[in-house]
């Protein structure tokens, strides 16, 4: 199985559960805010990824990568912060109480 087979499931919940949230008052500034946070973490991964790697701490086994990379870093390896950065918010907007104004709209 390759890491990019592996990233799929994790890609589906996260269009999934955000759009889940479509409805939910300041959708747009919780994009927005996800999008800002999704660039500064694939940043990070980038620098991090590359260092680790450049260090010798992790190693992939090339059979299971698509073969695109950042540096050093296999392209598959900046799925996971994307989908947090737009997952983690919707998950929490999910789990929060619906205001008196929401549940009657």
Do not use: Q, W
Request: glycine share 4%; aromatic share 8%; charged share 15%.
């Amino acid at each position: 199985m390759t890491y990019s087979l592996i990233v799929i499931p994790f890609v589906v919940v996260t269009v999934i559960v955000t759009l889940a949230t479509l409805r939910r008052p300041a959708f747009g500034r919780r994009m927005a805010a996800s999008a800002i946070s999704a660039a500064v973490l694939l940043v990070l991964t980038a620098v991090f990824d590359n260092a680790m790697i450049a260090a010798g701490l992790v190693v992939y086994p090339e059979e299971h990568l698509s073969g695109l990379r950042i540096g050093l870093a296999p392209l598959e390896d900046f799925s996971y912060p994307l989908c947090a950065a737009f997952l983690v918010p919707a998950v929490y907007t999910l789990l929060t109480r619906k205001t008196p104004e929401e549940r009657h709209a």
